[in-house]
């Protein structure tokens, strides 16, 4: 019993990192296939980085308020909203080749995956007990979604 005890921190923590490096595939995976198809449509390179910045836009603009929110709507539906709308985004890229649209799409891209890793982050100290926090953030930040992403 005691084994399993000390086992449920990594048991929480599986989901948790599961989410997040699926977001960080996404998320990785999003800048190179943009630059190439902004290569082929034949855009300036420019515009690849201003694209990759319209996804930080979306956290800046949604940070400060992004606690409140999960305060009043709760942090399961609110991921589950940031999944959604990563994935809708992702289609909607897909159907629509316009530029204007992929920078749009981008910064709700940048905003839904930022709020999927904000909420595994605090998941994981709602979740996980004192004694083992530090090895899940360790194994958190050392795992395959900051891997993806750099």
């Given amino acids: 019993m005691s084994i399993i005890r000390n086992l449920r921190w990594l048991l929480v923590l599986a989901p948790i990192m599961g989410v997040a490096t699926i977001a960080a595939a996404i998320h990785g995976l999003t800048l190179p296939l943009v630059a190439l198809l902004f290569d082929r449509w034949g855009l300036e390179a ?10 930080t836009c979306g956290i800046l603009l949604l940070g400060p308020f992004l606690p409140a929110l999960i305060v009043r ?5 609110i991921v589950a909203a940031a999944i959604f709308l990563a994935t809708s985004a992702l289609a909607a890229m897909a159907a629509l ?22 909420g595994a982050e605090l998941w994981i100290n709602l979740k996980v007990d004192d004694a083992h926090r530090g090895r899940a953030f360790s194994l958190f930040a050392a795992g395959p979604r900051d891997q993806l992403v750099t």
Avoid: E, Q, T, Y
């Avoid at 799409?105 to 995956?113: N, Q, V, Y």
């Fill in 97 to 118: 080749p316009d530029v204007v649209a992929w920078f749009l799409l981008k910064a709700l891209l940048g905003l839904s995956l930022s709020v999927i890793w904000a």
């Fill in 73 to 77: 709507v709760g942090l399961s539906r």
């Fill in 46 to 55: 420019d515009l690849v980085g201003l694209n990759a910045a319209a996804g």
